[in-house]
């Protein structure tokens, strides 16, 4: 066979005008042909991940600013975002990813189409990268849908507008929206192909960036639960905790179940929140009354200032990354049961998450208190048991989108002056719209059919 040599480039990727959809701006060159070349594309692609869940934070009820701590640190770049500005911003205000997720997906793209030519490499390592660009793929646009489209349990998803999917290395292609419905479909698809090719149950330290084949019923785990399919939330949640069922024990431990070398690390792409970020605010002080007596979780998660100023805690932040980890699915698996009416199940699930959490004392009280709930208060306390696990995590924002989405109000105070912002309940700033220079440059990109 004639080889060939593959020339990709590391691509900046931007939406363009009508005739087509990605514009390619070049920023280097490689010869891709072995699985070597070809995995070091994949690894550039995992460092180029947007890490949005973490920046969600500043949206939701988790975080309190003020003057002296988000003009200490480059006010405008975040202020718009904790606020819900989403027209008008300032000139240097952040905002959340776009060209890098369908740069992601281009390479992942390009990597499945070529999967037969790549050199110098068993089939077992080329099966694990076509997985792995699967999963990329999907989670891409799993991300990009929570973002930039209503909430699937928040519309009728084969009649609401979703996000153009990427699905060829075709910077040609001109990519419209689809329905939601279309993209979570595809999502799914993905993660079913991806699954016949992982191949890697675990990978050693350094290298849990990586999607192994037990993150593919991570991801449908956690996708399912954001569509309300209860039943196959459970059953993936299940799947997932029969393989990874320890948990970090906060009663004797003081590693953060976020740290990639917890027990409880399945994959650790994601900063869950950047040094940066946890300067922007601090923590709601409802959010630090929601842990109970007797909860490990406050002073592991949080560190008091003063009597009403609690920060996230300062730890090793290149330490603490998370994509999933085993907590989360076992607050899947409590959530989904109760849904489906197996309070045996719900309880079973949510008492084993506690039992690390709490001083045995406490736990004991409140564990028994758990029997005496009905399905619906049961939802509250499992809803509030997410809360305190997950806090600061990059999961507050999409609980909010697919649950009430209830109204948060906000005050900014500098010195004297004290100003109100509101996000009503249902607020259509729920979803972000796309970004102003993706309309700019193509101003039928939302349009679809």
């Known amino acids: 066979m004639n080889i060939k040599y593959l020339y990709i480039a590391l691509f900046a990727l931007c939406l363009c005008g009508c005739d087509d959809f990605l514009d390619i701006q070049p920023t280097g060159k490689i010869i891709a042909e072995t699985g070597a070349e070809y995995r070091a594309l994949l690894t550039d692609v995992y460092s180029t991940i947007p890490e949005d869940r973490g920046l969600t934070t500043l949206r939701t009820d988790e975080m309190a600013a003020d003057a002296s701590s988000m003009k200490s640190l480059d006010y405008d770049s975040y202020f718009d975002i904790w606020n819900w500005t989403d027209y008008n911003r300032s000139p240097s205000s952040l905002y959340f990813g776009w060209r890098r997720y369908y740069h992601s997906c281009y390479i992942a793209n390009y990597l499945i189409e070529h999967k037969g030519a790549i050199t110098k490499a068993t089939k077992d390592e080329i099966d694990q990268m076509v997985g792995e660009s699967y999963m990329i793929r999907a989670y891409m646009h799993f991300l990009l849908a929570n973002l930039y ?14 996000i153009p999917l990427q ?6 292609a001109v990519l419209k929206c689809g329905s939601l419905e279309k993209v979570y479909s595809q999502v799914l698809e993905d993660i079913d192909s991806a699954a016949v090719y992982l191949n890697v149950d675990r990978w ?3 290298y849990t960036y990586r999607f192994n084949t037990v993150t593919a019923h991570a991801l449908r785990a956690r996708v399912a639960l954001y569509m309300g399919d ?3 939330a459970f059953g993936e949640a299940e799947k997932v905790i029969a ?4 948990l970090e024990d906060l009663r004797t431990s003081t590693k953060l179940p976020t740290n990639y070398k917890s027990v409880e690390s399945i994959m650790a792409l994601e900063q869950v929140i950047t040094p940066v970020l946890m300067g922007v605010g601090h923590a709601e002080p409802a959010l630090i009354s929601s842990y109970r007596s007797g909860d490990k979780r406050q002073k592991m998660y949080f560190t008091p200032k003063t009597l009403t ?9 290149s330490e603490e990354r998370c994509t999933f980890r085993a907590a989360e699915f076992y607050l899947i698996a409590a959530e989904a049961a109760n849904e489906l009416d197996n309070s045996e199940a719900a ?11 709490y001083t045995d004392a406490k736990y004991a009280e409140y564990s028994a208190a758990l029997d005496a709930l009905d399905k619906d208060a049961l939802r509250d306390e499992i809803a509030a048991e997410r809360q305190r696990e997950l806090a600061y995590q990059g999961h507050r924002w999409f609980d909010l989108r697919r649950t009430a989405q209830p109204e948060i109000r906000k005050t900014f105070k500098d010195g004297d002056t004290e100003e109100p912002y509101v996000l009503s309940q249902g607020d259509e700033r729920y979803t972000l719209h796309f970004p102003a220079e993706a309309v700019a440059a193509n101003p039928e990109i939302e349009n679809w059919n």
């Open 309 to 317: 100023r609690w920060v996230y805690r300062e730890r090793n932040s």
């Open 347 to 357: 309880l079973k699930y949510i008492k084993a998450l506690m039992e690390k959490r």
């Open 243 to 246: 393989e990874y069922p320890e």
């Open 204 to 206: 050693e330290e350094g």
């Open 167 to 172: 699905l060829e290395a075709d910077v040609n």
């Open 230 to 232: 209860w039943g196959k």
């Open 149 to 162: 489209a209503p909430a699937y349990t928040k519309c009728i998803p084969a009649e609401t507008r979703g």
